[in-house]
């Protein structure tokens, strides 16, 4: 296990601070290796077996050339739920979860909620998981993002749940029809919000592996995605209906303007748990 170990310091090194290669090699010998922390401490000396060395020399390997782990294991932990990810779509990130958590507790059971850039599904997935009777839709434009999804929610057997390939841009002020929703109490998106001129504040793993249609926008248009989701709200969201988004935390006040101008009213712009303005309700 010292060389596994080893290794992947080796791997990881230049690429993360000590304390976050550290929780990588942590996170791979349990996730590959079925080996806790404490097993880690308690028993140093551990043989792997010839395939799980073998395994772990090839994520090594991986990881060196700047290959999120998590695109690497082929899966990311979201809400205590296991999501298939690869390059077509971003990697759920805790941030997201304190979105989805907040909506879970202020949306009735029943409801009808529309996810829009579903990427790997995670919020739309857990949405449908956590409310009861809940009916969830979900846009994408990526086909194999929508691929992906679908797979999620095959495999966690989540059905209330349909999927449809849609550029929001290009439908911002269209009427949404669907056999079993009038319109909806509850419209969410985690859309592309980062600024090109931000690049250089990005980490390469992020910037070489993760999708740009799914994180980029104009330098001088960056609410596009905001302003789209916003006027498609105003004909598809129920009277009293609720929008949330996960947002740019550089842009939290004109996000709350942009909504303002449109006639949404109760914005409440909320920060995570790193004390960043992430997140943003209004209602209809």
Not at 6 to 35: D, F, M, P, W
Not at 83 to 93: A, D, T
Not at 162 to 176: C, N, P
Not at 272 to 278: E, L, Q, T, V, Y
Request: proline letters at 5%; one cysteine or more; a negative charge.
């Amino acid at each position: 296990m010292q060389n596994s170990i080893a290794k992947l310091n080796q791997s990881l090194s230049s690429l993360y601070e000590v304390r976050e290669t550290k929780s990588i090699i942590a996170i791979l010998l349990e996730e590959v290796c079925g080996i806790s922390k404490v097993d880690m401490i308690m028993h140093p000396d551990i043989v792997l077996p010839d395939d799980k060395t073998q395994l772990l020399s090839d994520y090594a390997s991986r990881l060196a050339e700047g290959v999120p782990m998590q695109q690497v294991l082929g899966y990311e932990y979201f809400l205590g739920r296991k999501f298939e990810v690869n390059p077509n779509v971003l990697i759920p990130r805790p941030e997201t979860a304190e979105l989805v958590n907040w909506i879970a507790k202020e949306t009735p059971a029943g409801s009808q909620i529309l996810d829009i850039g579903t990427g790997s599904g995670c919020i739309a997935i857990s949405l449908a998981a956590l409310i009861n009777n809940s009916q969830v839709v979900a846009f994408d434009l990526s086909t194999e993002a929508l691929e992906t999804a679908c797979r999620n929610a095959e495999r966690l057997n989540i059905s209330n749940i349909s999927f449809m390939q849609k550029d929001i841009l290009a439908s911002q002020d269209e009427r949404y029809k669907h056999p079993d929703v009038d319109k909806f109490d509850v419209i969410v998106s985690n859309p592309p919000y980062v600024m090109n001129k931000e690049k250089g504040e990005m980490s390469p793993n992020v910037l070489d592996h993760e999708p740009h249609l799914a994180l980029f926008v104009p330098d001088d248009d960056p609410l596009i995605f905001y302003r789209a989701i916003g006027r498609f709200g105003l004909k598809n969201l129920k009277h009293g209906g609720h929008l949330y988004f996960e947002i740019n935390a550089a842009l939290g006040n004109e996000t709350c303007q942009l909504l303002s101008d449109l006639g949404y009213n109760n914005i409440v712009l909320r920060k995570d748990i790193n004390g960043n303005n992430r997140m943003i309700s209004a209602l209809l």
